[in-house]
């Protein structure tokens, strides 16, 4: 049978709201940037703007950075002009999508080694917030997950937490060990006067129950601080 063959039109003369999609057919998803990655999430823009413009103006107005654009309300998506309603809940989804991807990556650390591992069960929990939440892991005596808990909901520069509420839960357990973590919104990992001495209280009040406090981080602007990696834990002051 006589095939028939159509000529390749170059991604070059194709419609700008067609050519990331072309893209990455052509080369795989890898290949196309952020802009590129989001205009096919929108799919198709207006008569003044295609969807790759539009997905350009909406990382100018999280300064280019995902971890904003996940933080960012329906309302803020939807107010930039060519997007809306329906394109700012599509929007949501596929930056949710991303989220429990994350999550299930995380159950399958069993047996915690190290502080990313750890870093792994909160950053998709956490990452998005703009207030402070305070989250506690727990661990057997072979350091293996047993679970993880909410201890405490702050503001945008804090959260109060009560040492009773975290041994508590970890005695409830019967944990041998705890990680502490709790988020910066700021992006600002570097710990506060108050973290450190929260962290030091709670570390000599575990060796009285015989609870290894194992480390306490920071998360925000998709990266953490580890007490335990930069020696807090160990230190008299």
Known sequence: MEQNHYPTLSIKLLAEDERPREKLKALGANALNIAELLAIII???HKNASALQLAQQLLSHCNNNLSELSRMSLSDIACIKGLGQVKAIVLNAALELGRRRRAEEAKKIVKITNSIEAYMYFDHILEDYQHEEFWIMLLNR???FIAKKRISVGGVSGTV???????NAALNHLASGIILCH?????NLTPSQQDIDLTKKLYEAGKLLDIDVCDHLIIGNKSFFSFADNGYL???S
């Open 43 to 45: 799919g198709n823009g």
């Open 161 to 167: 937490v009560d040492p009773k509420i975290i041994f």
């Open 142 to 144: 072979n350091n293996m």
């Open 234 to 236: 160990n230190r008299r």
């Open 183 to 187: 988020n910066h919104p700021s992006g």
